[in-house]
């Protein structure tokens, strides 16, 4: 037996008879049109770099030069004219010069040249021939060191843990380490910001003198502080609202005049202007100066979405067949970016005539948010909905309320409450379930991306205590989950990706807890090569969700190229019928390879997966399709 399953809806557009374009990249062939084919009188050339330290081969420094250098990274692209190739070669000896200050190369000889002649040499206006040779040779001396580094005006120590700024050393701005332009750079941001991080907003390097001493190849710097005056948030104008109520926009910025200014509450605002989902940009900029009582006005900025969106997609499966989706939102229903959102879908189309056999779901959400807080939202919501799976069906309608308080970038809580009830039918017959509950977790995040994860942890726990009032049941329910993430290599193409999960249920046995709320694992998202919920633990007549689970998962992913990658997995699953994992029963086991593809929005996701240790009616194996990484 063979699963595919497939998320989402993938477009694609045809640009010629023998080529092919989907996200906007071109997967083969040309899809280039009309003016897109190339520049007007196309000027070839032919390049050769040459770079030495000391007069040696310097494969390092050979790569910095060559990653600098448009005319070496851009040699197999005509140019258009002899004009294109005068101004592409010259401005190279910048770029050139660049890159051997950021190595630490203060003395080097940089020649650009054509027939022996010096392209600098060389005047506007000159005709070049097609196809001629250029060369470019660099010969660099020994890197230098830092001798004096000197800061005038430093940043008192910071009053508070929020406010701390690395110290210049820290990017190796001292006597004695390397001399590299980025730590001179990278010394003089963090001097400013640590004056901005207490208050002074126009903070700035008024000077800097840097002297190279070529006897001793040392580089000599001195950077000079203005902190200038400290600063209070003044008043917020905002420009650009439509529906929106610019009170309220205001609002969240969580600017509050009279507070002291910190560069941290600038990007905060703007984080949490965009996460209400109804702008399309946002423009925080403060004022050229600085009020003569301290204060500091701000311009917001926006652009308004619009405020309806329709979405669909489509799904298919040669174990649970095909399935539509689809949603309709309106962002603004009242000028506080209150969003209301219908949510349905059905699956199981081709596996059936019978119309109770189908899977089928009605949702609908109203979020309000900045409420009580500008990092609070509130959301509102119901749905039902029919669900037949291998180990259960239900019908079963629920409504809920919930809050959730973005504490930091990184930390997020939540609270809430719901009332659901169904009915039921599974390996223990048909029954019907009451519940209400509640519901508090907090997550930790730190990831670079929510798609395609190179480098960070996720953390999450949630308690979720309820009451089941047909069997008069008090139930306490927990779950925990780890993911970890670490690229290898400067250039971040190895990935490694783990994942952990782990579940308990105390307070009833588990024929008289609903299935829904019971552990079950498998699927794309859990343990590959198994059926979506399609592990459990084995009771008299069948299967059953258990009261205590363990899933781990590991990946390594490998990018081939810039936009196709590969990637191995494993995951392991466990669900027994006691309250905690205890790997008495069945622990199973899935592996298998993937294929990543870069649409520039998320990878797109092929994974192929075999259950090493399946049982009878598991598939032989699994395809699973979507967008963005399995976790």
Known sequence: MCALLAAGSVPFVPSHAHAFELFGRCIFGSCKNGDEDGPIDPKHYEATLTVLSEGAPDRDLEKAVANASLLWRERREATAGSAGLLTRAKGDYKRILAALYNEARYAAEISIAWNGREISAIPPGTELPDNIDLTITVNAEAPFQFGRTEIVNQAPPARTRDDRVDQPEAEGFMTGAPAYATSVKKAGRLVVEAWKQQGYAKAKIAEQQ???????????????????????????????????????????????????????????AEKRLQRLGVFSSVSLKQAERINSDGTLPFMLTVQERKLRRIGLGATVSTADGAGVEGYWLHRNLWGRAERLRFDGRIAGLGTTTEFQDLDYFLGAELTLPGRFTPDTDIAIGGFFEHKVLDLYSTNRGSVSVAATHFYSDEITFGLGSHVSYGQYDDVFG?????????????????????????????????????????????????????????????????????????????????SEIPQDELFLAGGGTSVRGYPYRGIGVPVQGGTSGGRALFEASAEIRQDVTDTIGIVGFADVGHVNSGAFPDFSGDVRVGAGLGLRYDTGLGPLRLDVAIPLNHKAGDPNFAVYAGIGQAF
Do not use: C
């Open 210 to 268: 840097v002297t190279a001493n070529h006897d001793t190849r040392e580089l000599n710097v001195r950077l000079t502080v203005e902190p200038g005056q400290r600063a209070v948030y003044g008043p917020v104008e905002v420009e650009g609202t439509d529906r929106m109520r610019a009170q309220f926009v205001q609002r969240q910025t969580g600017l509050i005049p009279g507070r002291e200014y910190d560069p941290d509450d600038l990007k905060r």
């Open 430 to 510: 048909r029954r019907n379930f009451g519940v209400v509950g509640l519901e508090a977790s907090v997550e930790y995040d730190t990831r670079d991306s929510e798609l395609d994860t190179k480098d960070g942890l996720y953390l999450r726990a949630a308690a979720k205590p309820f009451y089941e009032w047909e069997f008069g049941n008090a139930v306490g329910k927990a779950e925990a989950e780890a993911r970890i993430y670490r690229a290898l290599g400067p250039e971040e193409r190895t990935v490694l990706a783990g994942r952990l999960k782990i579940g308990t249920i105390i307070g009833a046995p588990i």
